[in-house]
């Protein structure tokens, strides 16, 4: 999981027997270098203490808009709802979900949600069927509407004795969800989950082939492009395997991190994930040759520094076009180019040759250029069989969740 460093986050529980689990996850995001604050509803602190969060947060709880302590007190909804980076309400009972969903305020944690200017992520609980019951889903997709960001709860053993869906989600995936949410990540907010269920391989960075201990053939990519199509594609619902060479940027949140070298290295790890992929996206920068013989020991200068060594190359492993003739399950591919010249020719031939279903190309400009390596902006063209061309410019976490979102109709 990412860091949390130096964010606040309001952690809100309600009166569910879950609330027993809150303590650790405010501990979790503590390790995560995150300031927490907590709030109880009166039936929450029935389960857990007052003391236990004031003791491991090192605030004050909330609990009452009203207290003898101290003049300013009565304001303090407002205060918390403008210190918050982030606000996670877990447990989330029916009964709060209905206060938050219809704007009702008759208690502090209420409040709060009202005053909050920032992120809100709820994680829903209760018992017996109730979070099937046609009232909760729809409290559920006005607060999806409202831009409220949910974790649907897991199915399993509970208090009652019942096995249903109802139970907290495990701890990291809330953590992990509040990383991605408070990191700037992608907010898609509505019912739109297209990618639900799916698994997608997305491929970054630069691959290094190594002629002797201390010197590689490689190129300047720094696997932001990759790293955008991977957190689209958690936005939109999917179980990702992130399979990254030499990257410049954090790996995103949420992913199945598979770290490699070369572009064999790459390939091998593609070809191991791919017959459990419904969708490929090969954003890595892959070096089309390697050393036929790489030395042991560093290669040294001879004395005179006139003489001349050859460096004798074979090609690497063609991982996308092997992805097309190896597809027998019917994988989404999706492919990159980048030209220098003649983009929209050679980037055909690309999408046709390599039976990939989109190919996104771009062209390398000069050095004023906002497209292609190490920039956090690109200019790309998608190509698809039957279809006209598209084109996308902007940041790549906005062009990302574009082109995902326009294939796959989010």
């Not at 101290?70 to 206060?99: R, Y």
């Not at 992120?119 to 109730?130: A, E, K």
């Not at 649907?152 to 004795?161: D, V, W």
Request: overall charge negative.
């Amino acid at each position: 999981m990412q860091s949390l460093n130096g964010k606040r986050i309001i952690l809100g529980v309600t009166g569910g027997i879950a609330a027993y689990k809150t303590a650790e996850l405010l501990r979790l995001f503590q390790k995560q270098g995150a300031e927490v604050r907590v709030t109880l509803t009166a039936s929450a602190s029935r389960f857990i203490g007052e003391e236990t969060f004031k003791t491991l947060s090192r605030h004050p709880v909330a609990i009452s808009l009203f207290s003898d302590t101290p003049e300013s007190d009565w304001s303090k909804h407002i205060q918390w709802g403008e210190w918050a980076d982030l606000f996670v309400i877990a447990p989330c009972t029916a009964n709060t979900l209905s206060k938050l969903a219809g704007g009702a305020s008759d208690n502090v944690l209420t409040a709060i949600y009202l005053a909050a200017r920032c992120p809100v992520l709820l994680c829903p609980t209760m018992d017996g069927g109730m979070y099937e019951h046609p009232s909760v889903k729809r409290n559920l997709k006005t607060l999806k509407d409202d831009g409220v960001h949910i974790i649907e709860p897991e199915t399993g053993y509970l208090a009652s004795g019942l096995e249903d869906k109802g139970r907290l989600p495990e701890l990291e995936t809330i953590g992990e969800k509040a990383v991605q949410i408070i990191s700037g990540s992608f907010s898609l907010q509505s019912d739109s989950k297209p990618l639900s269920g799916k698994h997608v391989i997305v491929t970054a960075g630069a691959t290094r082939e190594f002629i002797d201990p201390v010197r590689f053939i490689s190129n300047p990519s720094s696997g932001k492009m990759g790293a955008a199509m991977a957190k689209a594609a958690i936005s939109l619902g999917a179980t990702v395997t992130f399979i990254h060479a030499h990257i410049d940027v954090e790996v995103p949140a949420g992913v199945k991190k598979v770290e490699v070298t070369s572009a064999n290295d790459l390939f091998e790890a593609v070809k191991e994930y791919f017959t459990s992929a419904d969708l490929v996206i090969m954003s890595a920068a892959v070096s089309d040759y390697t050393p036929k013989n790489r030395s042991d020991q560093k290669i040294k200068k001879s004395a005179g520094n006139n003489d001349s060594n050859s460096l004798e190359l074979v090609p690497t492993p063609d991982i996308l076009q092997w992805l097309g003739e190896n597809n027998d399950h019917n994988a989404f591919l999706i492919g990159f180019a980048m030209e220098t010249e003649k983009l929209l020719e050679h980037a055909q031939e690309k999408l046709e040759k390599k039976k990939c279903n989109v190919l996104l190309a771009n062209q390398i400009g000069d050095k004023d250029s906002k497209t292609g390596f190490r920039t956090d902006t690109n200019q790309l063209i998608r190509l698809q069989k039957d279809k006209e061309p598209r084109a996308y410019s902007g940041q790549k976490d906005e062009i990302a969740l574009d082109i995902l979102s326009d294939l796959f109709n989010a």
